[in-house]
């Protein structure tokens, strides 16, 4: 854990390594820490831009997992929080057509890890009521989804893909 840590200051990215604790502490900076379902602990970003500065760091913190011998487990796997704050009622439920229409094709790509009990692709049954809960204005369902859309419209509006696959290679 501490070598992950000095990897990621060394490159003078902020990275606070408190793994102790369980979720992030508010502090601006990469995070660890602990998660139950995680042996090692789980590390956490900020909301990153999708520049290639973001990606970049991203490869950063996951090479130094790497090097530390940092391993997924078969049921562990990175997962990332889109920002939907701009997204009106429309482009919500266009999201959700979207992903429902797609799932199987994005899924190919995750292979063992949506068979896991934290990342598993919806039935038709759930996406009709998907569809129907974002029709009135909320969207609240079963998280361990691949695609988990229970923040649609919260203050801060996020869907979380979870659906990212057991790797660390950037």
């Known amino acids: 854990r501490a070598c992950i840590a000095a990897e990621v200051l060394s490159h003078g990215v902020a990275f606070h390594g408190e793994w102790d604790r369980y979720h992030r502490n508010g502090t601006p900076g990469w995070q660890a820490c602990r998660d139950g379902t995680v042996s090692g602990g789980e590390i956490i970003s900020d909301i990153l831009t999708g520049d290639q500065a973001s990606v970049d760091e991203v490869g950063l913190v996951l090479a130094a997992a790497r090097q530390a011998r940092g391993v997924p487990g078969p049921e562990q ?57 974002v029709a009135q204005g909320t969207c609240h369902h079963d998280r361990y989804r691949a695609f988990n859309l229970n923040h649609l419209f919260s203050g801060n509006p996020r869907v979380e893909w979870r659906a990212l696959g057991n790797t660390l290679n950037g």
Do not use: I
């Not at 094709?105 to 049954?125: E, I, K, N």
């Open 77 to 133: 796997g990175m997962h990332a929080h889109h920002d939907a704050r701009d997204f009106t009622q429309a482009d919500k439920a266009r999201l959700c057509h979207n992903l429902e229409v797609c799932q199987d094709l994005l899924l190919a790509y995750v292979g063992r890890r949506t068979r896991t009990s934290w990342c598993r692709p919806m039935s038709a049954d759930e996406w009709a009521r998907v569809h129907a809960l």
